[in-house]
């Protein structure tokens, strides 16, 4: 990406970037490699699937504390040493969970320590590397965002795809040795984010907005709606991919596994890196909104089409859809209040993850209503894209009054002047 001019004499935060990259690289693997090795867990382990589900639990939960609990401790500590600490934690869960449980009488606490740790360092990073990138001296800080968001999608992607050939070919009881071996990347994060520089993250001149200014602000509100939706719609179909392509083509579960979740996120992957590179000719707004027409359209064709195999495309174009959501939003935030900082993104992250976590329960909870109607449940999903598309509108319309109310300003002082 280019930088300003201006920057030329100053530090490279290019390099910064770049970990950035890195760190969302990591809360991929972190999130995604756990999930590949349940079946494992339950033959070698004896682990039932109530205590199989409060992994997932805990890993959630922790996350979701870290995220509200770091908009008050980030700025206090410094943005270097508490993302250095959460790749620090993320390479320690790692570790934990190839080394502990095959060595421990009880393999089920080791594995919770492990997700407790990784998860702490996961909750970290994501509401750390947003700001850091927003922060980087950049001319097209929105395609910066969803370049940086992308790497997210090509890390899910890259977990469950090397995961899975690698146990397909080393055996299932390799898990420990890849689990090793993915520590590597948090241990590449660390040592990248020693020696590069870190920009300001609240603009010299700004005051930083405390909770009750944010809170009190109807744009942030309607951020946070845009937030929760764009979780929602994102995992309320992807959560669901695997069990379309298993069930509507009858495949097996390892081909399953790449024709669903990893189809879904390279789609999503491709959404975002094509805004990060071609951004500067597209206007965000107007972006986010045709991917949530279609995104619409696609949980309608999911949930209404009678061919398994459209059924298994609209699920991978879901997640096309959904890939400009979640950065785009950051992007439409971080412009809109600029003083809003770290509890700004720790807040939004929080609502993300209240979507991500309530989108596919609520779609499961409908199709359960309707007789385990997988279908009936993706129709209501569509609703989640549906009123981001709205709040979307809603915000353009903020955005025009807010620079119509600067332009007049503007002028107001040069005629005082004149």
């Given amino acids: 990406m280019r930088h300003s001019a201006l920057q030329s004499s100053g530090p490279n935060y290019d390099r910064t970037v770049i ?9 991929a693997v972190i999130n995604n490699f756990m999930p590949l090795l349940f079946v494992t867990f339950a033959t070698t ?6 205590r199989l589900s409060a992994l997932i639990t805990v890993n959630f939960v922790t996350q979701l504390i870290v995220d509200v609990l770091a908009g008050r401790f980030v700025d206090r500590i410094g943005y270097r040493p508490c993302i250095i600490a ?7 869960g790692l570790l934990v969970l190839g080394l502990a ?41 929105d395609k910066a965002m969803s370049l940086l968001h992308s790497f997210y999608c090509w890390g899910q992607l890259g977990t469950v795809v090397i995961s899975t050939l690698f146990l397909f070919f080393f055996g299932a009881n390799s898990w420990p040795v890849l689990a090793c071996l993915w520590a590597i990347v948090p241990a590449i994060g660390i040592a990248m984010f020693i020696g590069v520089p870190m920009p300001r993250i609240v603009p010299e001149g700004t005051v930083a907005m405390r909770f009750i ?3 009190g602000r109807p744009v942030f509100l309607l951020m946070f709606l845009m937030m929760l939706c764009a979780g929602a719609a994102e995992q309320g179909m992807s959560q669901w991919a695997s069990a379309f392509a298993e069930s509507g083509l009858g495949v097996a579960k390892v081909v399953g596994d790449l024709a669903g979740p990893a189809m879904f996120a390279l789609m999503m992957g491709l959404s975002r890196t094509i805004y990060g590179i071609l951004g500067h000719r597209m206007n965000l707004t107007v972006f986010i909104a045709g991917s949530s027409v279609l995104c619409v359209a696609m949980y309608l064709t999911a949930a209404l089409s009678p061919m398994p195999v459209i059924n298994l495309v609209a699920c991978a174009v879901t997640g096309f859809s959904v890939g400009i959501m979640w950065p785009g939003t950051f992007s439409m935030a971080a412009e809109a209040m600029p003083g809003g900082g770290t509890l700004m993104f720790a807040l939004l992250a929080v609502a993300g993850d209240l979507g991500c976590a309530g989108g ?26 549906l ?3 709205v709040c979307v509108f809603v915000a353009g319309r903020m955005r025009r009054v807010r620079h119509g109310s600067a332009v007049a300003t503007r002028d107001g002082e ?3 002047r004149r």
């Fill in 101 to 141: 449980p095959t060595r421990v009488p009880d393999p089920y606490a080791a594995i919770l320590v492990a997700i407790f740790l990784y998860a702490l360092g996961g909750g970290l990073i994501e509401v750390m590397v947003s700001p850091i990138v927003e922060a980087c001296p950049s001319e097209h800080k």
């Fill in 387 to 389: 009123i981001l598309l």
């Fill in 86 to 92: 959460a790749h620090v934690a993320a390479l320690a």
């Fill in 19 to 27: 970990a950035c990259f890195v760190g969302y690289i990591t809360q």
């Fill in 414 to 416: 040069s005629a005082a």
């Fill in 360 to 385: 596919p329960s609520l779609v499961g909870f409908v199709a359960s209503a309707n007789g385990d109607d997988l279908r009936t449940g993706l129709l209501f999903g569509s609703l989640f894209a």
């Fill in 213 to 215: 200014d944010l809170v």
């Fill in 45 to 50: 382990f004896d682990i039932g699937m109530a």
